[in-house]
Each structure stands twice: as C-alpha cells, then as structure tokens.
C-alpha cells in the first residue's frame, strides 16, 4: 500500500534567515564589548566602595545605554534559540525522508518532534550523528572534529558568564560589583559572538550536506 512521504525541505532559505537574525545579536554583542570595555575605563578610576547613585550624569547615561545593549542582545538571542529550534525539526524531519521512509502522519510527526526535543537536550552527541548521516555515503565525508566541541564549549561558557553577569549586575550596591558584572558581561559577548559564528557554520555545513544528500538520490547534480 502506497503512503505518503515526508518532502524534503531544503535548509538554504532558512539558514539564510537565521544568519540574517543572527546578525543583529551579533553587532550588539561587539557593539556592547567595545562601549562596556570604555564604561569600564572610567569605573576603574573610581573608587571602588563608591556608591552607583552618587556617580554623575554621563557615566549614569552610558550605564544605561550597556544595559539596554545588554538586554537587547539577551532578548533577541531568545528569539534566535526559537529560530534554531524551527531549524532542528526540519534537520530530524530531513533525515526520515532520506533514510527511514515512514508515513507523513500525526504520530510520525509527534515522534520527529521528541527527537528535535531530544537535540536540544542531548544537542553534542545527537548533532555529531546529524553531521554524519546528513552527507551521502559514497561521499565519504568526515566532519571537523574540533566544531561541535568548540560550539558546545562557547554555548555554555556564553550562557554562564550571562547568568552571572545578570546576578552581579541586579544587585549592583558600589563600583566594585558593577566593575565585576561588566567583565562578566564582557566575557559573554565574547563567547556569543563565537557561538553565533560557529553556528552559522555548523547550520550550512548540514543543510548542504543534506541537499546533496537528497539531489543524488534524486539523480540530480549538486549545486554548490
């Protein structure tokens, strides 16, 4: 009895407007270092014990101006993680049609959802195999060792130093704790901007993997 296949939905388009999103949280990340790196040269001439509400007017103002980057930049790398996870179903979804052949049906789909579940929870180890599977086998390819690590690495590093910074700087009482919360902060851009970069490279990498992957099954030559 015949059934109705999964379609293969190709990556490109919307790698391209990941990246596009990624891009905004990615300029506020080297916007907020680089002003939060000049705010800090002036907290350093301070006082630490000072108190935040004695300081004056312009360091207030470029205060403000690095927490509004610094919650701008939180926010839209939120909406960046719904992107992703929008990313991941159609990945999963990509490889039943290219390998399991099941039924286009509400339980199978279900079941594609849990695994995209499963990527964000067990993302190294479930995103390795995707990298593998992705590219046909006669192609032979072996992907980067040091990317999923390195990406890991600067996912995590970038989401604690953030934690932090935010505790610091919510209860920021003298100089020296607000000091201490930006060169957290600082080291998060840091880390994010790596992170989007790696990402970026990660999401191609698949999503062209998994094109060619279905174009020869398809009998059609690859584009590049």
Same mark, same amino acid.
């Given at each position: 009895?015949?059934?109705?296949?999964?379609?293969?939905?190709?990556?490109?388009?919307?790698?391209?407007?990941?990246?596009?999103?990624?891009?905004?949280?990615?300029?506020?990340?080297?916007?907020?270092?680089?002003?939060?790196?000049?705010?800090?040269?002036?907290?350093?001439?301070?006082?630490?014990?000072?108190?935040?509400?004695?300081?004056?007017?312009?360091?207030?103002?470029?205060?403000?101006?690095?927490?509004?980057?610094?919650?701008?930049?939180?926010?839209?790398?939120?909406?960046?993680?719904?992107?992703?996870?929008?990313?991941?179903?159609?990945? /999963?979804?990509?490889? %039943?049609?290219? #390998?399991?052949?099941?039924?286009?049906?509400?339980?199978?789909? $279900? =079941?594609?959802? +849990?695994?995209?579940?499963?990527?964000?929870?067990?993302?190294?180890?479930?995103?390795?195999?995707?990298?593998?599977?992705?590219?046909?086998?006669?192609?032979?390819?072996?992907?980067?060792?040091?990317?999923?690590?390195?990406?890991?690495?600067?996912?995590?590093?970038?989401? /604690?130093?953030?934690? %932090?910074?935010? #505790?610091?700087?919510?209860?920021?009482?003298?100089?020296?704790? $607000? =000091?201490?919360? +930006?060169?957290?902060?600082?080291?998060?851009?840091?880390?994010?901007?790596?992170?989007?970069?790696?990402?970026?490279?990660?999401?191609?990498?698949?999503?062209?993997?998994?094109?060619?992957?279905?174009?020869?099954?398809?009998?059609?030559?690859?584009?590049?």
């Amino acid at each position: 009895m015949a059934y109705k296949r999964y379609p293969f939905y190709d990556l490109h388009l919307l790698n391209r407007v990941i990246m596009g999103v990624m891009a905004i949280p990615g300029i506020l990340c080297v916007a907020g270092f680089i002003h939060g790196f000049m705010t800090l040269q002036q907290l350093h001439g301070l006082a630490a014990t000072d108190i935040i509400t004695q300081l004056d007017t312009e360091l207030k103002s470029r205060i403000a101006l690095d927490s509004l980057i610094r919650i701008t930049q939180i926010s839209l790398t939120g909406v960046l993680g719904i992107f992703f996870g929008y990313w991941l179903f159609y990945a /999963v979804r990509n490889l %039943v049609c290219l #390998y399991d052949e099941k039924p286009h049906t509400l339980k199978n789909t $279900l =079941i594609i959802f +849990m695994r995209m579940l499963s990527c964000i929870f067990l993302a190294l180890r479930t995103l390795a195999s995707m990298r593998h599977r992705s590219a046909p086998e006669h192609h032979n390819f072996v992907p980067d060792s040091w990317l999923l690590p390195l990406w890991w690495l600067a996912l995590v590093g970038a989401n /604690v130093s953030k934690i %932090v910074a935010v #505790y610091v700087l919510l209860n920021v009482d003298s100089v020296a704790r $607000l =000091i201490e919360g +930006m060169i957290w902060m600082s080291a998060a851009y840091v880390l994010y901007l790596a992170m989007y970069i790696l990402t970026a490279i990660l999401i191609n990498e698949i999503g062209y993997w998994q094109r060619v992957n279905w174009q020869s099954q398809q009998d059609l030559p690859a584009e590049e």
